[in-house]
């Protein structure tokens, strides 16, 4: 069983930058694919960006491109989501998970075998 917490959310002002961050409790955590999806209000969750185990092979969402990026640090646990130029449409609770099932984890949800708690993010415009 591993456990993820998301840290890092907030309330910050449209272009301004926040770094989310999900620490996991197990020492294998190099074992996992991370990533980070989010759902915004009313809406499903989506897959915002993923990283393989040792943090050298990434993607992300078509939306985030070029302001977010997520890394990871094993020796910590910690898997972090960079967001830069926030807009108003990142509002959202966002979820790390990991899954031990893939290289690098996939955008469906089925895929990951544990999930955090959850941070909340909101943009003012």
């Known amino acids: 069983q591993v456990q993820l917490v998301e840290s890092g959310g907030g309330l910050v002002q449209a272009g301004a930058s926040l770094r989310l961050s999900c620490a996991a409790s197990?020492?294998?955590?190099?074992?996992?694919?991370m990533s980070w999806f989010r759902q915004g209000p009313g809406k499903d969750r989506e897959f915002v960006a993923a990283?393989?185990?040792?943090?050298?092979?990434?993607y992300y969402r078509d939306s985030v491109k070029g302001r977010f990026t997520i890394s990871r640090d094993n020796a910590q646990m910690t898997v972090y989501l960079q967001m830069n130029n926030v807009k108003p449409e990142d509002t959202a609770v966002y979820f790390c998970a990991a899954t031990s099932r893939y290289y690098i984890g996939t955008s469906y949800e089925k895929d990951y075998d544990y999930w955090g708690q959850g941070t909340q993010v909101t943009v003012s415009s």
């Open positions: 990283i393989n185990w040792n943090g050298d092979n990434e």
């Open positions: 197990k020492r294998t955590f190099s074992n996992y694919a």
